[in-house]
């Protein structure tokens, strides 16, 4: 059994991807061909978002859009601590300040009235200056954007929504990577709608954010890549990408609508024995991941063995919350500073979820980890 079955998806879009991989070849444009705008353009409307820009992966995506809000040495950027490590990583390399805020215990988004205690903690101490919040839209279901803007107006703070696992939500039928000043996403192929290598997009519907994102995804590029300035890098997404992101765009929302079957029917059989995702009224998730809490740690080793006794791959997303990583001892957090963070990445493990997940491997799933 896959953990994400890409090969089931593959067989299903083989020939028209094969075909748009092969019309790329024949135009030559490998950098910035056709494609690339094509993808944007649908990507944009899919989101409703004014720009879309395609770029090399999730992780540049947010550094450019932090670079473009100037974030800098003496900046606090809000963020968890229970996230991928990309998240965090590009405030660092900022050389900006990573302030790390705890989870809310059901949703595993950021508590937004810790949140708030946080801001006005180092408004206090003076030695930051606030300057953007990043909410993780983690395992596919979007934060709670109602509150995150009410802090966001209240403190001038603008928001970047990482949207990497994200793409494909909503809430109360707006889509997810529409909700920050900036949003961004993923294609690593493991996600909601994954390329065949890397990629990633940034959205916005501010035009002066989105020239200047253009140009730093190209070097700082003014009239071309020869006229530099400003700061850039080398973020394009290959043509080639494009055109395979072209073709998975055209099944994502069927791919969705099993997706959120399966959930259900996981939910329904696990309820009684674990703590199943919690979706609020209105919003949806892409389920990027399906994750479950186990009552301890024991607990958990023992369901993922008897999983893996099986053949069932199962992974633990994720076992270290980032204030724990060495990488980022350096900001002098200590275990108890994020309580929740911790319990949770003690018990919580994913399930195998994607489209082409029969009703019998639901069933066996379930009924192992039951007895
Ligand atoms: C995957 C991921 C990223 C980074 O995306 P890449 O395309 O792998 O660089 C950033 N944030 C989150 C929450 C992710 O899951």
Redesign the pocket.
């Known amino acids: 059994m896959e953990f994400i079955d890409l090969k089931s998806q593959y067989k299903l879009v083989k020939s028209d991807i094969l075909e748009s991989i092969n019309d790329v070849l024949n135009h030559g444009q490998y950098i910035m061909g056709p494609e690339v705008k094509e993808l944007e353009s649908k990507l944009a409307k899919y989101v409703n978002q004014r720009y879309c820009i395609s770029c090399s992966?999730?992780?540049?995506a947010?550094l450019i859009a932090l670079m473009a809000m100037d974030v800098c040495p003496g900046d606090a950027v809000f963020t968890t601590p229970f996230?991928?490590v990309?998240?965090v990583e590009v405030i660092s390399l900022l050389g900006a300040t990573p302030v790390f805020v705890d989870i809310d215990p059901k949703t595993f988004n950021i508590s937004t009235d810790l949140l708030e205690e946080s801001v006005l903690s180092v408004i206090a101490k003076k030695e930051l200056t606030p300057k953007a919040i990043i909410p993780?839209d983690?395992f596919g279901l979007p934060a709670d954007y109602r509150k995150l803007n009410t802090i966001s107006l209240k403190y001038n703070l603008p928001i970047v929504e990482?949207g990497?696992?994200g793409f494909g939500g909503s809430i109360d039928g707006k889509k997810s990577c529409s909700f920050g000043h900036i949003s961004t996403t993923?294609?690593?192929p493991a996600?909601p709608l994954g390329g065949y290598g890397?990629?990633?997009a940034i959205f916005t519907n501010d035009t002066k954010l989105h020239n200047i994102m253009k140009s730093i995804r190209v070097h700082g590029k003014g009239i071309d890549k020869y006229d530099n300035i400003r700061i850039g890098l080398n973020g394009r997404l290959d043509t080639i990408q494009a055109a395979v992101l072209i073709q998975k765009l055209s099944i994502f929302d069927e791919e969705l609508h099993k997706k959120e079957e399966i959930a259900n029917t996981y939910s329904r059989l696990l309820s009684s024995h674990f703590a199943v995702p919690y979706i609020p009224d209105l919003y949806t998730s892409s389920w990027a991941q399906y994750s479950i809490l186990a009552k301890n740690s024991e607990h958990r080793d023992n369901c993922m063995n008897k999983l893996r006794n099986e053949g069932i791959p199962s992974v633990i997303y994720y076992q270290i919350p980032l204030h724990l990583q060495k990488a980022y001892s350096y900001l002098g957090y200590k275990r108890g500073d994020f309580k929740i963070s911790e319990d949770i990445s003690d018990r919580i493990f994913s399930l195998p979820m994607h489209a082409y997940l029969s009703e019998n491997e639901i069933f066996k799933i379930s009924e192992i980890l039951k007895y």
Request: aromatic letters at 14%.
């Open positions: 992966s999730g992780t540049d947010l996230t991928y990309a998240t993780v983690l990482d990497a696992q993923s294609f690593f996600k890397d990629g990633g």
